[in-house]
């Protein structure tokens, strides 16, 4: 499946999230997951423009323990693909934070990681900071029961920060609840710039910094824009 992450980044790769229904068909989920693969390594040796697997990882929110064993081999075979053709690697974790870290050190991780939408707290981000990831903060940061997030903002460096939309879902305040787009991302934007309290100019430059540090540097062309 393709999708737009961050800006200007085409992803594509088998969610591993589709692995749950392995609860049921075991076999279709490995599958899934050979086919997803075939198509990765040849857009990998062919496209200069895809530059990231994922995302990938662990969803136990969803999952119950008779599907996981199945995203575990998925994320793994993920990590190995992104070492493999030195490609960022986008991370989805959802109550799997003591895992996700289990597989990365297993597997060894890859130069550049993106922990996708962060949902943890700042022990966590340090964690994941201490591998070299980016953490990519959505409109959960702005929720008022988000204080978990926003003290790993807190510990985030500027220059390993990333924001996204995760569109349609988790819309920044003050649009809780309705569709998201990417044009509400200002409002995580700014949200970020006042809890960080640096100058909004200077926090979009750097996320378009890190956001060509995170892929693997600038695309061989830009995107034209829209007048």
Same mark, same amino acid.
Request: aromatic share 6%.
């Given at each position: &499946?393709?999708?737009?992450?961050?800006?200007?980044? %085409?992803?594509?790769?088998?969610?591993?999230?589709?692995?749950?229904?392995?609860?049921?068909?075991? @076999?279709?989920?490995? !599958?899934?997951?050979? %086919? /997803?693969?075939?198509? %990765?390594? &040849?857009?990998?040796?062919? !496209?200069? @423009?895809?530059?990231?697997? =994922?995302?990938? /990882?662990?969803?136990?929110?969803?999952?119950?323990?008779? =599907?996981?064993? #199945?995203?575990? +081999?998925?994320?793994?075979?993920?990590?190995?693909?992104?070492? &493999?053709?030195?490609?960022?690697?986008?991370?989805?974790?959802?109550?799997?934070?003591?895992?996700?870290?289990?597989?990365?050190?297993?597997?060894?991780?890859?130069?550049? +990681?993106?922990? @996708?939408?962060?949902? /943890?707290? %700042?022990?966590?981000?340090?964690?994941?900071?201490? &591998? /070299?990831?980016?953490?990519?903060?959505?409109?959960?940061?702005?929720?008022?029961?988000?204080?978990?997030?926003?003290?790993?903002?807190?510990?985030?460096?500027?220059?390993?920060?990333?924001?996204?939309?995760? #569109?349609?879902?988790?819309?920044?305040?003050?649009?809780?609840?309705?569709?998201? #787009?990417?044009?509400?991302?200002?409002?995580?934007?700014?949200?970020?710039?006042?809890?960080?309290?640096?100058?909004?100019?200077?926090?979009?430059? #750097?996320?378009?910094?890190?956001?060509?540090?995170?892929?693997?540097?600038?695309?061989?062309?830009?995107?034209?824009?829209?007048?």
């Amino acid at each position: &499946r393709g999708e737009v992450l961050h800006r200007r980044l %085409a992803e594509v790769m088998v969610d591993a999230q589709r692995l749950r229904f392995g609860e049921r068909r075991a @076999h279709d989920a490995v !599958d899934l997951l050979r %086919a /997803g693969q075939v198509v %990765a390594e &040849r857009l990998f040796q062919h !496209d200069p @423009h895809v530059r990231a697997v =994922g995302e990938t /990882g662990l969803d136990y929110f969803r999952t119950g323990q008779a =599907g996981r064993p #199945a995203q575990e +081999v998925s994320f793994r075979a993920h990590i190995q693909i992104a070492k &493999r053709h030195n490609r960022t690697l986008v991370i989805h974790d959802r109550d799997a934070h003591d895992d996700i870290l289990r597989v990365l050190d297993d597997e060894g991780v890859p130069d550049r +990681v993106v922990m @996708h939408c962060f949902s /943890g707290d %700042a022990p966590f981000a340090r964690e994941c900071l201490a &591998r /070299g990831a980016f953490l990519s903060f959505a409109g959960t940061v702005t929720f008022k029961n988000a204080e978990n997030l926003r003290e790993a903002l807190a510990v985030t460096p500027l220059d390993r920060l990333l924001v996204e939309t995760d #569109a349609p879902f988790l819309t920044p305040m003050p649009d809780r609840g309705k569709p998201n #787009a990417s044009f509400l991302i200002p409002n995580t934007v700014r949200f970020l710039a006042e809890q960080l309290n640096v100058e909004l100019k200077s926090l979009c430059e #750097a996320i378009d910094r890190n956001t060509d540090r995170a892929f693997g540097g600038r695309w061989p062309t830009r995107v034209a824009s829209v007048s």
